[in-house]
């Protein structure tokens, strides 16, 4: 017997994805940090505390092919990037304000 007749979550076309990947402004600092935060929420199936909290010593920076999430109940887990998201996530390393702040974002 179900529940309910209607799917609880829809999720988004690929056009709908890429329209919000795309939305961020490029040419702007804050632009290009929340296009790297909309990449690796997507990519990684991060949970908003868990991007948040990331770290810099957590992300594979010499390959940037990786990155180690310390997620719920304080379990690890370590997933591949995508090539967008590495380009990402580098282009906002090239422009991140420099601080004694560990955290990525």
Known sequence: MK????????????????????????????????????????????????????????IDRQTMSSVHIMGKGRRERVLPLWKQTAAAVKAWLKVRPVSGAPELF
């Not at 990947?21 to 929420?41: E, F, K, N, Y």
């Open 3 to 58: 529940k309910t007749d209607q799917a609880l979550v829809s999720y988004l076309t690929r056009d709908e994805l890429q329209a919000l990947l795309d939305a961020p402004d490029a040419s702007t600092v804050s632009g290009i940090r929340d296009r790297a935060m909309l990449h690796l929420a997507f990519a990684a199936g991060m949970r908003v505390s868990e991007l948040v909290s990331l770290r810099l010593d957590q």
